[in-house]
């Protein structure tokens, strides 16, 4: 695990706690996207920062998930979950920056729900390697993240909020994910579209094939 994290881990290991709780107002709104942003997916997927494990119960049960997550509290809460899906499951304690624990070249997916919102920027590179290294040639990746509206209305809302967002959550509405992805050699974005407003942007992509 990488020295900077450490500190998002102990501020996850808190969170985890009461997690679920605090995130019911969101989840109203996610758990109607989970379904259309899970169930397509086939074959061997991780899961980067599976969090409680709201997602499982949304895969098709001939998924083989990886589910990584750098808080060693938050894959407690998310294994009662992942003994309730339909898919096989199996949660890895590994840093998404790292993945020490992850063989390369093994998934045909990767999925990942507001990990790089929460990620900070000097790690997000790093975790894009570990994307493309553990991902086929060919494999994708769908990436959900929050980033600051230009609507003036909705940003007042945002800046309202950051504060208390990055205390609890660790995450900003300022992450350079979709820049980090444009310059990396080994992947490749293929659509952009926002689940709502101009906030909520997913990011589709490839592994390049070399």
């Given at each position: 695990m990488r020295e900077g994290n450490l500190s998002l881990r102990a501020k996850y290991n808190v969170t985890a706690l009461f997690y679920d709780i605090l995130?019911?107002?969101w989840e109203?709104?996610?758990r109607e996207w989970r379904p259309l942003l899970l169930g397509d997916l086939r074959g061997k997927v991780l899961e980067a920062g599976v969090g409680t494990g709201r997602n499982f119960?949304?895969?098709?049960?001939s998924v083989?998930?990886?589910?990584?997550d750098l808080s060693d509290v938050m894959l407690k809460k998310a294994t009662r979950k992942a003994g309730?899906?339909?898919c096989k499951i199996e949660l890895i304690h590994d840093d998404a920056s790292v993945m020490q624990h992850v063989a390369s070249n093994q998934y045909d997916w990767i999925i990942s729900t507001f990990l790089c919102c929460v990620m900070p920027d000097e790690f997000q590179p790093m975790a894009l390697e570990q994307f493309s290294r553990v991902l086929k040639p060919g494999g994708k990746f769908r990436l959900l993240e929050m980033i600051y509206s230009k609507n003036k209305t909705i940003r007042r809302r945002q800046e309202f909020f950051s504060a208390f967002v990055e205390k609890?959550?660790?995450a900003r509405f300022d992450r350079k994910t979709?820049?980090?992805?444009?310059?990396?050699?080994?992947?490749?974005i293929t659509a952009k579209r926002f689940l709502k407003d101009d906030v909520y942007l997913l990011v589709e992509g490839i592994r390049k094939e070399t």
């Open positions: 995130d019911y107002p109203r709104v996610y119960r949304h895969y098709h049960e083989e998930l990886t589910g990584v309730k899906a339909d609890v959550y660790g979709v820049q980090f992805i444009e310059r990396s050699p080994d992947l490749e």
